[in-house]
């Protein structure tokens, strides 16, 4: 991994590292206006406990209310005067803050960043008045049943381990935070070793890490660069296929259907891009034709592919109306064993590649886009991968492994569904 040193006017793309260890990912794109830059926290609910479910989303909307030098309004106001962005969200595997400014904006917005990162105030006033805003959040989410659905079926099937937590956490939990229960898990958690910096959009390397080391070289919330990170959940999720419903008297049945997925680094990660975008990742796939558009049984229906550093969940979603859900449910099925017997051409996997190209190098187009394209890269493979990689990765791929992915994606017994809604038991069964 590279150091600073770096003459001004340079343009290297690459990965290097601060005085205090905080790794930086740097993608130049000279000749547009704006630059995006993002705070990456290795840190999201699968590093919580039960007892502390929501810290991580928690922390985040603290850093939006203020530090020693700004209140959250001026925070606000300081970033509509330049015309930036700025932004952040929790997963359950990190935490990013993010910005996007003009070139002529950058140091003013890194200021402000550096400034929330490592120096907001965490009032107990701003606490207690955000716990109420946070459990509004959850009670929105109560009321979302498509994002509701996915959290239903992940806290079972990874029941007892912490992947299973939900990001928004419990309510008893989060009216409980205190200053000190807050300020103590950044301390442990906000490390420069689990950090990572990467910009993408118009600036020179050499000044960028220049800035860099004058905003962020102090980090170091837990005694400097040599303090011990927090270690991995070491224990890896378990599976366990699964029924549950969850009554709502909604007029929509929501349901997912879910198998065990890929990792992020797995060998077929790009197999299952193309098989996914074939059998429902959009308006021509199989999925979406045969249900929504042959059978009108559904407005909205997809297959996507959920990943982890560890593990995975392959998941098929579609919200109908509950005297549909036994009929649905038996089309999902068959689409599943059409797949093996109506095989995939040569043809449709050459176009689907065209697909799966295009809209990857669009995005990398995007300072936003082509900034959070490298994080995902260093925090997933611990590099930054060329462009010309990931095209030749799509390229390669075979028929045959399409479908040795599909056939380790549906076996017997693997099955799991969640259903949010007005169903009838006899139907899911």
């Known amino acids: 991994m590279r150091v600073t040193a770096l003459a001004e006017g340079s343009y ?54 203020g530090t020693r030098r700004r209140t959250a309004f001026q925070i606000a106001d300081e970033f509509d005067a330049i015309g930036g962005q700025i932004n952040a969200y929790t997963s359950k595997e990190y935490t990013c803050f993010h910005i996007r400014v003009l070139k002529s904006h950058l140091e003013i917005g890194l200021d402000i960043l550096a400034d929330m990162f490592l120096d ?22 109560e009321d979302t049943p498509d994002d509701l659905v996915h959290d239903v079926l992940q806290a079972s099937v990874w029941g007892g381990n912490p992947l299973g937590m939900t990001i ?32 993408a959009g118009n600036f020179e390397t050499g000044e960028m890490l220049a800035l860099l080391e004058r905003y962020l070289g102090d980090f170091g919330y837990s005694g400097g660069p040599g303090a011990p990170a927090i270690p991995e959940e070491t224990a890896a999720p378990v599976y366990k296929p699964c029924r549950v419903v969850k009554h709502k008297d909604i007029e929509q049945t929501h349901i997912l259907a879910a198998y065990p997925g890929i990792n992020a680094v797995d060998r077929d990660f790009y197999p299952m891009a193309l098989f996914n975008t074939i059998f429902g990742g959009g308006m021509s796939s ?4 045969r249900i929504r558009e042959e059978a009108a049984l559904a407005y909205s229906v997809y297959a996507s592919n959920i990943t982890f550093k560890d593990t ?26 059409r797949i093996f017997a109506e095989r995939i051409d040569a043809a449709q996997l050459a176009r689907t590649k065209e697909q799966l190209k295009s809209n990857y190098l669009m995005g990398q187009e995007s300072t936003y886009g082509r900034m959070s394209s490298a994080a995902r890269n260093i925090l997933v493979h611990g590099r930054i991968i060329p462009p010309g990689e990931t095209i030749e990765r799509i390229d390669i791929v075979s028929l045959d492994d399409v479908y040795n992915l599909a056939g380790r994606l549906f076996t017997e017994g693997s099955m799991s569904l969640a259903v949010v809604g007005n169903a009838d038991g006899g139907d899911i069964k």
């Open 168 to 199: 928004l956490g419990e309510k008893a939990v989060i009216t409980g935070f205190t200053r000190d229960v807050l300020m103590s898990y950044v301390k442990s958690h906000y490390v420069p070793g689990r950090t990572l910096v990467t910009a």
């Open 286 to 289: 199989r999925l979406f034709q």
């Open 12 to 65: 290297s793309e690459g990965l290097y590292r601060l005085k205090n260890g905080l790794r930086v990912g740097l993608s130049p794109m000279p000749g547009f206006s704006s630059v995006a830059l993002g705070l990456w926290v290795e840190n999201g609910s699968r590093h919580e406990k039960p007892e502390n479910n929501g810290i991580s989303h928690f922390i985040e909307h603290m850093m939006f209310k």
């Open 312 to 337: 995975g969940l392959y998941s098929i979603y579609a919200a109908l109306s509950p005297e549909n859900t036994g009929l649905v449910l038996e089309l999902i099925d068959g689409e599943i064993k």
């Open 120 to 141: 907001s105030a965490f009032s107990q006033e701003d606490i207690d008045k955000e716990a109420h805003v946070i459990v509004e959040e959850i009670n929105m989410y």
